[in-house]
């Protein structure tokens, strides 16, 4: 091989942090350039050029010989950089994406260089006790009036989800009751089905949606109609429209049909860290689990996410025996049991990141972070509003997803309005200049229309930051718009 790094030396082992520390060097130098290059929120270029350039700048990923760790390390890092979206940059709103806090990635790579396992307590020691202190946390500060609440670190909301349906399939199934049937609204996360589908439950009850939001009258209808074991799913922070569910009033619907209630919190959950805003989350408290991200709204690296039990008596469904991880005389012997903590068997250490970020800020810090977030969105709906070439989906900002169009789709019919706000999407993503989301919402005059959508999910942010945005949609949209047809005004022969 080349390069002066010996190919056998390890992040942690004795003699190789010098090693490491060259080679992380070389990493920020790498991220630092190819960022430079880039030169704003995403490659300029479309799919196919961008896959071009990042191949023909790392080169074969396997050589008969290889090239050296520096060498390696700037050419696909550097690539990396250069093709990356950067949720770091302002204009990159599209989706629930988020720039990963500056200590959360330095714990993150302490993480990546021990590389504990989170499967068994002989791989894991201290890091297994973060893990319980992060979930204990957690667990207090979601759902603080239960009496014996606990956590579970997951991969995000989707297995956090997953995990929700299994444990009410579970009850459903030890109380000797028929099969568990899930209700949820059209607003629902995408998980919630494909949960029902893998735990083999029928296909969730998909109930529609009032301006977004899943309401309790419909709810209780649904309830009135199926008597068995049910399990409604709400919503805190919708994946179009960052709208919250009327929890309160759907908690008192299920709770007098004998129902209960999840809540996917995985977006709007963090507003917990705030005392300002943890009122828009009232009703939480009724959940029997609560799905919580924390790459999202937390800022975390991927992934970072947790499913809150109100019971922790739940967790006991995940029991399960492998006698070379969790020996039923190990257990007693007193060795924690950590296979029964997840559905998976190896996992990272998440949990030391989210550790490390909660201890640096505390509840305050993240929750300043939060509020920053949310009076942005505010403040950038006040400046879409402003705005003569833009407008904005009527409504109120629950938590910082903010839906606009160009004034000149309005001008066409509905299609040929549609095609523009797509038009002008897909443009600025070709061109680098933007990476703004779209969603199908619901319009004041009832139609569902396709809108624009800014996630406004950066915690430095501001709404000067994103002002550009909106002046570059509006001149895009003149570009692209039609021309209005000529009109005859009796002058013209």
Known sequence: MTGPYPSGSTATGAGDAAVFRDLTGIVLDALAQGTADRGGPLPSGGPDEVAARTRAAIGAVLPQH????EAALREVVGAAARGAADPAHPHCVAHLHTPALAVAVAADLAASALNPSMDSWDQAPAAAVVEGEVTAALARLVLPRAAAPD???????TEANLLALLFARERAARAGTSPLRVVCGANAHHSVHRAAWVLGLPEPRTLPCTRGRLTPDVVADALREHRGPTLV???AGTTDEGL????PQLAE??????????VDAAYGGPLCFSDALAPRLAGLDAAVSVTFDLHKLGWQPLAAGALVLADAAAVRHLSHRADYLNAEDDTEAGLPDLLGRSLRTSRRPDALKVAVTMRALGRSGIGALVEHCVRTAEGFADAVDAHPAVRRRPGRIDISTVLFRPTAADDLSDEEGDALVAAVRRRLLHEGRA??????????DGLRRLWLKATLLHPAASVDDL????DLVAAVAAVRAPAPAPTNNGDAP
């Open 233 to 235: 799913v709400a919503t």
């Open 244 to 247: 919250i569910d009327p929890l």
């Open 253 to 262: 619907v299920t709770a007098a049909h004998g129902a209960e209630l999840h």
């Open 467 to 470: 002002g550009e945005l909106l």
């Open 151 to 157: 956590a579970l670190i997951t991969s995000g909301g």
């Open 66 to 69: 290889g090239v050296g760790p």
């Open 435 to 444: 990476v703004l989301g779209r969603a199908v919402a619901e319009d004041a």
